[in-house]
């Protein structure tokens, strides 16, 4: 175990009793690694802002069904991946379907729909 995930075991065990000091320092050290993680996957600054807020409000709110505590980080990742995909089904482009000219839905010669469109009433 590293140095960097003693220190997230300690600060999950501390979050768990209770000490709202230790999510702080937890954010503030892990915040800027999902940020840019986030952004890059979604390429939108203000949304990654907002996803990056939620992998935090998610991770607090299961952190108690952590298993190992010093795989914190990672354990945000895959939160965050999971948002990042929600996000994608939210924006995803609308499927275009192609159009079909009027005359040949209607069946009319396209001659005889032109000529019906410029041609007065009285003289088609």
């Known amino acids: 175990m590293t140095d960097d995930q003693r220190r997230d075991a300690e600060l999950v065990r501390c979050i768990l009793c209770g000490d709202e000091t ?10 800027s690694r999902l940020y840019g993680f986030i952004v890059n996957k979604i390429d939108d ?31 945000m990742f895959s939160i965050a991946s999971q948002l990042i995909a929600g996000w994608h089904r939210r ?11 009027t005359f040949t839905r209607l069946k009319v010669k396209p001659r005889r729909l032109l000529l019906s469109i410029r041609l007065p009433r009285n003289t088609q």
């Open 22 to 31: 230790a999510f702080d320092a937890l954010y503030k050290r892990h915040k």
């Open 45 to 75: 600054r203000r949304d990654a802002e907002e996803l990056t807020n939620d992998t935090f409000l998610k991770a607090e709110e299961h952190l108690h069904t952590l298993q190992e505590p010093e795989k914190v980080l990672n354990w």
């Open 91 to 101: 924006h995803k482009n609308p499927v275009r379907r192609k159009v079909t000219p």
